[in-house]
C-alpha cells in the first residue's frame, strides 16, 4: 500500500468529511425526532389479518436507517479525528504547506507559499514531501509498505 497516496487522499478529502459530519449529524437529529419525538397512533394495534402493521414497519425502517446514519457518523468522525491527531503533531509552516497543496488548494498555492516563505519553489516542494512523510508518520505509523 502506497501510505503517502493514503496520506494525501485523506487531507484531501478531510473538508469534504467535516462537512459530511455536519450534514449527518442534522440527518440523525431529524430521524430521532421522527422515529422518537412523535406520537403516532395505532402503533401498539394488533394488525388484523397477522403479520406486522405497516405503522411498526416504518418504525422497524426508521430505526434501520437511523443505525446506519450513526454508524456512518461515527466511521467518518474516526476518519476526522485521526487526521487531526496527524496534523497536530506538526509545526505550523508543515500545516500551512499541507493546508494549501491538499486541503484548500488554490490556484497558484506553489507561488504564494514561496513568496510568504521567502523560499524558492523547488524548497516548496521538498517542504511539502517533509511534511507528507511526518504527516504520514504520525497517521499510519509507516512511509513505505
Known amino acids: ?28 437529529r431529524e430521524l430521532q425526532a421522527r422515529t422518537y419525538g412523535s406520537t403516532t ?4 394495534a394488533v394488525p388484523v389479518q397477522g403479520g406486522t402493521s405497516t405503522a411498526e414497519k416504518r418504525l422497524i ?7 446506519r446514519k450513526k454508524e456512518a457518523y461515527r466511521a467518518t468522525k474516526r476518519k476526522v479525528d485521526a ?5 497536530a503533531t506538526l509545526t505550523a509552516q508543515q500545516v500551512d504547506i499541507l493546508d494549501r497543496f491538499f486541503i484548500h488548494r488554490t490556484r497558484g498555492h506553489v507561488d504564494s507559499l514561496a513568496a510568504d516563505y ?28
Open 61 to 67: 425502517a426508521a430505526i434501520d436507517e437511523l443505525d
Open 118 to 145: 521567502h523560499i524558492e519553489r523547488t524548497r516548496v516542494y521538498d517542504l511539502k514531501d517533509a511534511a507528507i512523510d511526518d504527516f504520514t508518520i504520525a497517521r499510519y505509523g509507516i512511509i513505505d509498505s
Open 41 to 44: 397512533p395505532a402503533t401498539d
Open 1 to 28: 500500500m502506497n501510505w503517502k497516496k493514503e496520506a494525501e487522499n485523506d487531507l484531501k478529502a478531510h473538508e469534504k468529511r467535516k462537512a459530511a459530519l455536519r450534514s449527518l449529524a442534522e440527518e440523525i
Open 83 to 87: 487526521v487531526e491527531r496527524g496534523l
